[in-house]
Nanobody, 116 residues
Framework: EVLLVESGGGQVQPGGSLRLSCAAS????????MSWVRQAPGKELEWVSS????????FYKQSVKGRFTISRDNAENMLYLQMNSLKIEDTAVYYC?????????RGQGTQVTVSS
């Protein structure tokens, strides 16, 4: 059974940082590109970032480029998202997901709230 468990969300002030983690199990992690997607209140699910199987290539939504960094540890079956210079518009539930885009299997999500 595929299991993706996100953690690390919370409430921070604008300009703050958070590091999200995703523990993966139930599949061969290093055979899959992985992504972070998010859903803000009242909005559709949107893609944020992806990373290739070997971690050598990363891709970002334009609005988070330069602020967010995706990474993975294939030895530990972990996916990460370092989020710096957070903005109010980054407030959302963040999910890790298999493959690229928003259609893949994803976890239960972790809430990120950016407010002053």
């Amino acid at each position: 059974e595929v299991l993706l468990v996100e953690s690390g969300g919370g409430q921070v002030q604008p300009g703050g940082s958070l590091r999200l983690s995703c523990a993966a199990s139930g599949f061969t992690f290093d055979l899959y590109a992985m992504s972070w997607v998010r859903q803000a209140p009242g909005k559709e699910l949107e893609w944020v970032s992806s990373i290739t199987q070997d971690g050598d290539s990363t891709f970002y939504k334009q609005s988070v480029k330069g602020r967010f960094t995706i990474s993975r540890d294939n030895a530990e079956n972990m996916l990460y998202l370092q989020m710096n210079s957070l903005k109010i518009e980054d407030t959302a539930v963040y999910y890790c997901a298999m493959n690229v885009g928003t259609a893949g299997t994803r976890g239960q999500g972790t809430q990120v709230t950016v407010s002053s």
